[in-house]
Each structure stands twice: as C-alpha cells, then as structure tokens.
C-alpha cells in the first residue's frame, strides 16, 4: 500500500498517450486523490493538466488540493476557468478556499461569481482570515442542534438533511444566536430513547478556538488532546466553523518538515523536495550558509591569532577537525533534543537550570570517555609530549562546552520569542568551531612549552 | 491553553501537601489526562503515586497510559495492586494492554486474575502481537453489523448496547464467520430511512491493514489517506480489531521524535527528554559520537599525510575549520531534505540520478557564491598569493560534493533497507571533513608552489 502512487505513476505514464477522457478516467477510478497527486507532481506539466481535466471534477478538486500550492497554480493556469469553477463547486469549502488562495489573484474574482452565490459568500468569510489560521482550516457545512430538540427530532433533521453535510462525528449545540452551547457525538445521540432531549446529554465543558488562532497551535490542541473535531468561535461565543483532524493532520506533517528544516539551517517551507526548482533549492540553503559562513570565518582569526603556536608545534593542527567535529556532534545532540522537547511543550524556560544541570553532567560524562579515546589515539601519533594530555582535557571541555551550549541556546531563544531551532545542527557545529579551538591553544599554552 | 500543565503542576505542587483524597479529586476535576501526566512527570515519584491514587480509577488509568513508559512503571509499583487491576478494568483495552505491557512482568498474572476474565482475554490476545504492531494499537471493542440489517435493526442494537462501546465513527459489516464485507459512516445511516438495509449502503471497497504491521506504516496509512479508523483483519479477511485515529496522533509524535533524534545521530527512543535521567542521555549519545570520533581520525591521518605542506605553508591551516565547516552545513542540509522526502515516501530510488542532478545543480550554484566571498575573505587576509584562488575552488568542490553525497547517501542507504538517517548531520559532517581535506589539499597542491 505504501507507494501506491507508484503504481499510479505507471498508469499515469502510459495514459499521457491516451486521448479519450473515459478511458482516463476509468483507469484511474480506484486511485486515491493524494496518490494521482504525487503522481502528476512527477508527470510534465502540460500532461499533469490533460489528465486532470479528464477526471470528474469532484476527483480533479481533490487532487488539486492535495498539490503543493506552485503545482496547483501552474496547473490550474492551464485548464479552462470554468473548469477550475466545477471544482470549487464540488470541494469542501475549506479545500475550495485554499485551492482559490493559490491561483493568482486576476483569477480568482472571475471564479467566484461563477459558482454558487452562497458558496462563493463562505469561501470569502474563509479567505478574510489570515493565511495558516484555524479559520482557513475550517468548515461551515456541518449540523446545527437545538438544545430543546429530541433525538427523534434532531435524527429526522440528519435524514431530511442528507448528502448536505460533509463527515459528521459530533453534533454541535447552538442557541438562536447562533452561540455554541455544547457538544455532543452522534454515537452518544444513536444510544439514547427517541424522546430524551439534547440538553440531557450534551456535554457542555467545550474546548474551543478562536479563528486567528495559528494553525501549529491548532495542530498541538489535537495532538495532545486527541480530538476528532474542534469547534471555532469569536469572542461573543458564537460557532463559525468546525476544524475536522483530518484537515490538520496535512498542517501536522507541514509543521514537522518546517520543524526539520531548520534544525538543518534550511529555510522553512512546505513544498515537497521534488516541487522545488533548483533556484528555490539553493534560495531556501544559501541564506544560512552564508550567515554560517561569515561567522565561520572567526575561526580564521582565532586561527591566525594563535599562528605562533601552530608553527612552533605542527601537530596542534592535526587534531583540529577531529576535536571540532566531536564538539560539534555532541552539541547537535543536545540542541535537537532540547528543541524538540520544547517544541513539544515539555520543556519551558523555567527548566533552564535544571536542563543546564543535566547537559552539563552528561557532557562531562561522554567527554571524559571521548577525551580517553582521543588520548590513546593521539599518544599511538607520537607527536609531541604532552600533547595527548592535550587533547583529552580539550575533548573533555569542548564537550561540555558544546552540551551545555546546544542546550541552553533553545531554551533562551524561545523565551526571547524567537525560534528555538535557531540553534541548528549548523549553526552550533559553527559556534563550537570558533570557540572550541580557543579552548584548545588555551590549554595547550597551558601545559605545552609553547 | 498552550501550558494548561504549567497550571496543573502548580496545583499539583499545592496538593502535595493536602491528605483529603476528596480534595485533590475536586481540584484536578477540570484537568485533562495528559496535562496530570506532564505534571506528575515533573513531581517527586511518591507525590506523584500519592496523587494518582488520590484519583478515581478512571482517570488515573488514563493518566498512567499519558506517562512515559518508565515513569508510568516506577510509579505503578508503589500503588496497591488492586488499584492498578481497577485501572486495567476502567481503560480501553488496547490502552489496558499498552500499561499491563509496561509493568514488571511477574505483577502481570495477578492482575489479569484479578479483571474480568473477558477483559483479560482480550488483553492477552493483543499483547501476543508484537510491539508497535498495529495488533497492539487496536480495540475490539465496536459495534459489528450484519448486511442484511436495516438501519432501524441496527440504531436499535447500538440503542440496547448503550455505552457498551467506545468512540463509534463507522460500522464495520460481517458474515457470519466475521469476516469484514464492508464500511458505513454512522452519519450515512442515519440519513438513510428505517427500511433501508446496511448491504444498500456500505461501502465495499474497505482499506484494511495486517495485525502485524509496523505501527509507523500504520501511522502512515491514516496520514496519506485520512482515514479516522482502519479496520485490522487476518490473512482470511476476519476482523480482528480497529486502530481508532487518535490512538495514532501519538505514534506519529513518537516516529517524528525518532526521525528528528536519528538526524542528530541520537540513538533512537521515545522517552521525552524529562523522563531520561543521566545516565540515558548519556547511552543515547555515547554510541554514534565514539563511531564519528573513530571516523574522525580520518582527518588527523590526512592532515599528517600532507604535514609537508602543512608546515610549508602555515595559511592553509587558517581556511580549514572554514571549508570543512561549511561543507558539512551545505551537506547537512541536502542530506536533511532528502531524508525528510524519503520519510514522507516523495522519493524512492528510482529517483537518484534526477536527485543527484539537482543536488549536484544546487551545490554548484550555492558553493560558487559561497566560494566568491571566501575568496574575498581569504584575499583580505593576505596570506599567499594563489591562496585565494585555492579558497574558491576548493570551498566550491567541497559543497558541491557534500550536498550530492547528502543526497546521495540516504537513497541508497534506503534502498538497502537501512536507515536513511543513517546520513545524520554529524555523520555527514564527519565524512566531509575527511574527504574535504584531501579536495583541499589536492587543489593546493596543484595551484600552489608546494
């Protein structure tokens, strides 16, 4: 099942030789719209369009959807606009709003009177929210309930109302001001006598959200609480929407790439790797490569300042990459823990010390194993007396150093409201190598004869 | 809502010191499961029993189940065993076997004495799966539906089996001889008349998945497809359990936590960072940091081969934190980024050459600006004529062989049924030291009168 957009791929392949839309869409009716997706993501565009047209639109919307945003829009730029107008009609108003924020601007004022008045008057309700917002995740096409209606009287409306609604798991309570009252989910309905009113066994204890809520935010309320669906209201209590976990399970793996990313110095973004130009690739690494770079160079200095000592004792030199390597392996360690931790609201700024603590013993503990390693390994080099001594008391210090370092950073910078993964794997290897070889000729002043 | 924890400990801290068993039930009323585990975790191991056994047997189950599997085990000796047998009997049966698992093993028979021996026979049966398999993740317990039912004979079974299950999203239909037919959403059922039968309205056409199957393929199942519940069924097509969504939220998190900690060549585990003590931060880091280091020789091996003109011409040493360093960024990155594809199965193997020609394409572009400004740097300096030159052309090599190497390594790493993590931004950053001295120094010697 895992790479079953493979096997779409293969289809897709020998499809772009085939002109007649049915047999298109009859090879492709058990596939499932992410893997059409992936597949058309490796398809030429002018092919990847030909195949969607040839779908249903309610199947063509929702392999749209599942396009990183520059796919859909190239895509959607090739197809005839009233095209794009079937599949707005067709989607959740959720995806028809995204999939409208996506194409270009001159596009999309055109489209909107050319579907339904009231669906076009809920995609602009959504689209007036901030992008990346609970607002834009959600729905308005869910079942509204009366508090003084009974089971019987709220199972004949889901009857009447049928094919209406999109996926139902819990009825939502509202007063005629359309304020949410409570809660509570169809299977609880089902279970009771036809004549028990709602009120009886609605759950009034909600957790809500607000519409600009971030949707990372959004994302942590499910993951920690494990919701099904989380009701937005504005500040007077009234129910706008509904964010179904579906809709946040893409911003999860979103959020988690972007979290990924910058542990990696890469600049964040959510467009798979293949949908990325090469000029977008070098754009999304060449910012921090260069601030890495300009800092880096402070190893020059550093270098250049203990010039005397290099030329006087060449086998200092020998040791260099090894020992800035560990420190900066060892720090990587600790930042990406840290920031993970952080990440997962397991650890706040409170905790400074007692992470500081424990990263300090830690690092004291695999240093001085590290240090031992690196003594037998530079006595066997017999290069200078002295010099192993050297470079086991320096592995030890710029192993703790680097510890406690990577994980401080992360904890000071969230505090500061700034990225915790700011310490990157990069940026701390960086660091360490500046300051990591001060360490180094410092003790090597100490107990060399230099 | 973010840190309701935070306020949860601050309770907790206060009832340390209240003995009224009544009060602490009162005052952690309001407070989810997860939020009581985050503070528990934060308490001092009797606090945190005592305050556990302060609560009702349903609650402190789910909270035991929220808590790090270490913790939970430290904290589940101390209490009576019959509190934790009134726990096993309150909880879903998968959460029951997920906390039975976590205890020492020879308090597990008594326990299942000691809960209905229905409850223990289920719980048996799925910890005979393997662990983190989706057998372990499922429940038995939802409602199962004959086709030749209407919708009025099945609303009335799940009327007379009231609260019997747990959360209920969709019917599962079975033969006789409980083999899976097909799939209908509660919602659908409802909309239908009385009269209409199940077999009218299922879907038949039902993704299923093996009991054994890894819970991270399981976790990507529901991600890909966004299903809300996945039926397990045997090699005969027999029902055996469903895997409820949420009890796959925290899979995911544990699988991202790995994934993130596997890049930083942290030994792979899912205990958050709090429940670690010392000595496993330590054990976590040891392993790969001693197998870099040993790599990391390597660098001292290369430097002393070309000791001759190291001590010739002292700026070369000046430049080498600078390449190595910014050579093991641009392949940290490449690395990361393929990883994360692979993760999220955007690439396979087949894509290697069109990956290696991005790569190679981006660390062109990238490593020639890069080298520009160290050749502006290295000119600044003014160390020896050529050296500059030398700068430029090396740190431009060394990046475009870092990001195709990065790239490169995890596709292959992959294809042989490792790890693609295995490239993690230390290792990376350690093959590039190596290898990049040798492209320096061949560069050197080649332009440079040495």
Chains 1, 2 share one sequence.
Not at 187 to 204: G, K, Q, S, Y
């Amino acid at each position: 099942v895992r790479f079953a957009w493979e096997t779409v791929a293969e289809k897709l392949h020998r499809l772009t030789r085939v002109r007649d839309r049915r047999a298109i869409r009859r090879e492709l009716a058990d596939a499932e719209p992410v893997d059409i997706a992936e597949a058309i993501l490796r398809a030429k565009p002018e092919d990847g369009a030909r195949i969607l047209h040839a779908l249903e639109p309610a199947r063509a919307g929702e392999v749209l959807v599942e396009l990183p945003p520059s796919t859909a829009r190239s895509l959607a730029v090739k197809l005839p606009p009233d095209a794009i107008a079937r599949y707005l009609d067709v989607l959740e108003m959720d995806d028809a709003a995204a999939l409208l924020d996506e194409l270009p601007e001159e596009a999309r004022g055109p489209l909107l009177q050319a579907i339904p008045e009231q669906d076009a008057a809920e995609i602009r309700r959504l689209l007036a929210y901030p992008r990346e917002s609970a607002g834009r995740l959600m729905t308005e096409n869910f079942p509204r309930v009366q508090m003084h209606w009974t089971v019987d009287d709220t199972l004949r409306m889901l009857r009447d109302a049928k094919g209406k609604y999109g996926a139902t798991v819990y009825l939502y309570v509202v007063d005629d001001g359309g304020r949410l009252l409570g809660v509570c989910p169809l299977r609880r309905l089902v279970e009771e006598e036809p004549d028990v009113r709602v009120e009886a066994i609605m759950n009034t204890d909600v957790v809500t959200c607000p519409p600009d809520m971030d949707q990372e935010d959004v994302a942590m309320l499910f993951m920690r609480y494990d919701f099904l669906s989380l009701p937005v209201v504005d500040v007077d209590g009234r129910l706008l929407g509904i964010v179904m976990l579906d809709d946040v399970l893409d911003v999860v793996e979103e959020e988690e790439t972007e979290d990924i990313y910058r542990l990696a110095a890469v600049q964040s973004g959510r467009e798979p790797y293949l949908a990325l130009g090469i000029w977008s690739l070098a754009k999304r690494r060449f910012g921090w490569l260069l601030i890495l770079f300009i800092a880096g160079t402070l190893t020059g200095h550093v270098l250049l300042h203990y010039q005397s000592e290099l030329d006087q004792l060449l086998g200092l030199a020998v040791f260099i990459p090894l020992l800035m390597g560990t420190g900066g392996n060892a720090g990587a360690q600790a930042a990406t823990m840290v920031t993970r931790a952080i990440a997962l609201d397991e650890l706040v700024f409170r905790d400074l010390w007692r992470v500081l603590g424990r990263e300090f013993a830690t690092g004291l503990l695999v240093g001085l194993l590290l240090g031992a390693v690196g003594y037998l390994r530079a006595a066997t080099w017999h290069l200078t007396i002295g010099l192993p001594l050297v470079v086991m008391l320096s592995q030890t210090a710029i192993v703790i150093w680097a510890t406690t370092i990577g994980a401080g950073v992360p904890l000071l910078a969230h505090r500061l409201g700034w990225d915790p993964a700011l310490m990157s794997s990069p940026a701390l290897s960086t660091l360490v190598d500046a300051t990591g070889l001060v360490i180094y000729f410092e003790i090597a002043h100490l107990l060399l004869p230099l």
